[in-house]
């Protein structure tokens, strides 16, 4: 089964990651160099953004000045010392949908197969917009076959393309930060888990039973209001989701969550955050780290972890 999961480190496209992965988020902007010969990170970038600069969004446009965001982004790759063409990014979550669906058997044609899924997704939204972009991963399950699926708008994820494309370089893969997570996570040993990942705007949640993903769900927090919500307060909403979520895992699938894998993608408070969900949840609360390898800082570990997770680091990867 581990094997099938490597599966979703080819999330959205198939080929190997490129050297260079950038996160954009709506408040800052990281990136990393590795060295694809031993997977090190030889250089890495974390930048704040302006508030108001970039507000993820499915339906409507997310970059409000992507003059600024162009010169934020072109300070992080010269940092980086970006040299070749294209670059994996990993985008805000509140721009994707993102569904786990159960099939019974799927088509062999890719069209066919398409079809089927859009359709499914369609009838958990309000409204499927016929520009949205689908992209899929199909992973082996005991029972049935899951499907780890994402939609986006054309226009947004555009925005994103055209940012990378005004200053030379092409998107070859673009991710979800929490599904990146995945690839960190020692999957060998870990059947019944949920994995976190806490953002300025929003939390992702990713839920796995029995070795297999079972649901994705995404909470956003409100950023309209001056300062938004306190960090207290932000952390209790966080406590609750995850409740709610385990609960939800424990009625629906009959499986009880045995711990949470958790990153913290705030510029502070992470292990106030950390203390208080493992003082909070009635399971093992673990951080979600770069691999040992990557070369990073502890805290830099965590905080870039969603990109590291997007590096095949083979040796890291529990056989199957």
């Known amino acids: 089964m581990a ?27 990281s990136g990393i160099q590795v060295d694809i010969k031993d997977g090190r990170a030889r250089r890495h970038v974390v930048l704040e953004l302006p508030a108001g600069l970039l507000e993820p969004h499915f339906d409507r446009k997310n970059i409000a000045d992507a003059a600024a965001l162009s010169g934020v982004l072109k300070e992080g790759l010269r940092q980086l010392q970006v040299s070749g063409k294209k670059i994996a990014c990993l985008v805000p979550e509140a721009c994707l949908k993102i569904f786990v669906l159960a099939f019974d058997s799927l088509p062999a044609s890719k069209k066919e197969r398409e079809k089927i899924i859009r359709w499914r997704a369609k009838k958990q939204m309000a409204i499927l917009p016929e520009d949205a972009r689908l992209s899929y991963e199909m992973v082996a399950s005991s029972s049935s076959i899951k499907v780890l ?30 599904i990146s997570l995945l690839n960190l996570v020692d999957w060998e040993n870990e059947t019944d888990f949920l994995v976190a990942n806490i953002e300025e705007d929003s939390l992702g949640l ?12 995404l909470k956003t927090f409100s950023v309209e209001r001056e300062g938004g919500l306190r960090f207290s307060q932000k952390v209790e909403a966080v406590v609750k989701e995850i409740e709610n979520t385990a609960h939800f895992i ?27 969900l493992r003082t909070a949840l009635p399971f093992e609360v673990r951080p979600v780290q770069a691999p040992p390898p990557c070369g990073l800082a502890p805290d830099l570990s965590a905080f870039l972890a969603p ?3 997007q590096v095949p680091w083979r040796k890291n990867i529990p056989a199957g």
């Open 206 to 217: 990713v839920v796995v039973t029995q070795s297999e993903p079972a649901l994705f769900r």
């Open 149 to 178: 699926a994402a939609l986006a708008r054309t226009p947004v994820i555009r925005e994103y393309e055209d940012l990378f494309a005004g200053l030379g370089h092409e998107v070859g893969i673009a991710a979800s930060p929490t």
């Open 307 to 309: 990109l590291a997770g």
């Open 250 to 276: 424990e009625d629906r699938e009959k499986r009880e969550v045995h711990s949470l894998w958790f990153r913290s993608g705030l510029r502070e408070g992470y292990e106030d955050i950390l203390a208080g």
């Open 3 to 29: 094997a099938d999961l490597r599966k979703i480190k080819d999330f959205f496209t198939a080929p190997l990651c490129p050297p260079t992965v950038i996160q954009v988020s709506s408040s800052y902007l």
